[in-house]
């Protein structure tokens, strides 16, 4: 070792000893003419130091709030599409109120999201990135949602096309990548899959008639938005417009924003918040329309205990409904094949790790990046006109028809059938899961405090879920597709 020392500090003396006696070749330096300048320092007058003053009080926030000119993009209806900026229609807010009214007004709602999260415990998973997400996309100046694109004034079309953009904010990649392609549905999809358990749907196949029937509300939203577009004017609800109103009636949040962003991605952020804002307010606004469609008889009708279910059953079930989706509506597929492969990962008992990181890992992240991306949507230009009041409006109808249209199956099937159906689980027919399930078995327990219907609604609630991704695969197919 210490020869091995002693002959390399030889090589290195000798190195550095031949490099000192190599000649440096003489290089001719480069001459570089300066000007003489006798004036010194520049100096900065009093107006120049004033200019700059204002130039960095209107890059405040303060600033943004209080100015009323819109971004071009708003007010000459532009918007990005394939990588390009495309003129579509113009946004004009509530009152003609100024832009930056609309921002402040809109963080204020936002606010009131999280407060509705983080406080009442409304959804907060998702009512929370989604209220956080609105708060980022209306900071003035903030630069976090969609490019602006520079210089537009009133360019023609190949000037449009050739316009410089910005670079855009964190929030519209998320957006981009996960939204805008549908990904972040699909995934949410996988991991409700993992968690759900079809064991009643399939000791009570009958229960599935409530589950479609619930999917009513999203028809009769359609058609409401149609006619409010015929007969109220500055809403313009087209037909795409309306199949996107139309699914809130399912209760279904992922599949909202799945067909919201295929057919209608202007409308994305009021229909997710609305979509998601009512399944939080499930036991608000179903028990009252269970009340008044249901007697107190009809409330208190025991359902027998459901029969076990075998393992290889709930291992074919998923199989069926994706081959049979693959026969009869492949534009369903994305929806109800992502949620049957989380269903049989979980069933099989075979992949325990990946069905765990579906349920847990996978769905979280998600959660997140979609939840703050949809959030972003929530920009004032979009959220506050006369169509997005259409839109709460359509969205609570929508939900309270579906309500009723699987409480009113319910009763129907009891007039032809020997084993009466609790009417109360009908209501479980939305896809809110499974919150809607524990609303029909609290108001069951109400009635009889021996009468448990929790898993007995929980047939018609995971037949929901389906039914409204079949009903979402259709409307794309329709519309989109």
């Known amino acids: 070792m210490k020869k091995l020392l002693v002959m390399l500090a030889a090589m290195l003396i000798g190195s550095g000893a031949l490099f000192a006696l190599t000649p440096v070749p003489e290089v001719e330096a480069p001459t570089v003419e300066v000007e ?55 946004v004009h807010m509530l009152g003609g109120m100024p832009y930056g009214v609309g921002q402040l007004i809109m963080i204020v709602v936002c606010v009131f999201l999280i407060y509705l999260a983080l406080v009442k415990g409304f959804e907060p998973l998702l009512l929370f990135p989604i209220g956080l997400g609105g708060l ?77 029937a619930a999917q009513f509300g999203i028809f009769t939203a359609l058609i409401g938005a149609i006619a409010l577009s015929v007969y109220i004017p500055g809403i313009n609800f087209g037909l795409k417009d309306a199949a996107s109103i139309g699914i809130i009636g399912g209760a279904d949040g992922p599949t909202a924003i799945w067909l919201t962003s295929k057919l209608a991605p202007d409308k994305l952020g009021a229909i997710a918040v609305a979509a998601y804002s009512y399944m939080a307010l499930v036991p608000i606004i179903q028990p009252p329309i269970m009340r008044a469609l249901t007697t107190q008889k009809e409330r208190k009708i025991k359902m027998g205990q459901l029969r076990h279910v075998l393992k290889i059953e709930k291992v074919i079930f998923p199989l069926v409904v994706i081959i049979l989706c693959a026969l009869l509506l492949p534009s369903a597929v994305p929806l109800v094949g992502a949620l049957m492969f989380g269903n049989i990962a979980k069933e099989c008992g075979v992949v325990d790790r990946l069905s765990d990181t579906m349920q847990n890992a ?19 230009e979009k959220f506050v006109t006369g169509e997005t009041v259409g839109i709460l409006v359509l969205g609570v109808i929508a939900f309270g028809i579906g309500t009723a249209a699987g409480v009113l199956m319910a009763k129907l099937m009891n007039v032809f059938s020997k084993t009466k159906i609790n009417p109360l689980i009908g209501a479980a027919g939305v896809s809110a899961v499974p919150m809607a399930a524990r609303v029909a078995n609290k108001e069951g327990l109400k009635e009889d405090p021996t009468n448990f219907l929790l898993m007995n609604a929980m047939g018609p609630n995971v037949s929901g879920v389906i039914g409204s991704a079949v009903a979402a695969g259709l409307l794309y197919r329709l519309l989109g597709g």
């Open 136 to 212: 980022l996309a209306n900071v003035p100046l903030a630069g976090v949602t969609t490019p602006e694109m520079l210089g537009i004034g009133e360019m023609t079309a190949e000037q449009i096309a050739n316009a410089s953009v910005s670079p855009g904010g964190f929030l519209y990649y998320i957006f981009s990548f996960g939204v805008d392609t549908g990904l972040f549905p699909i995934l949410i999809f996988m991991g409700v899959g993992a968690m759900t358990d079809f064991g009643p749907l399939i000791a009570n196949p009958k229960t599935a008639l409530l589950g479609a």
């Open 362 to 380: 996978l769905c979280n992240i998600v959660t997140i990046c979609l939840g703050i991306s949809v959030g972003s949507k929530l920009a004032a």
């Open 36 to 90: 003489a300048s006798n004036e010194g320092p520049k100096q900065f007058t009093t107006e120049e130091i004033l200019g700059k003053a204002k130039g960095i009080w209107k890059d405040t926030g303060i600033y943004g709030f209080l100015s009323t000119d819109a971004p071009d993009w708003v007010t000459k209806g532009y918007t990005r599409k394939d990588g390009q900026f495309v003129k579509g229609h113009e």
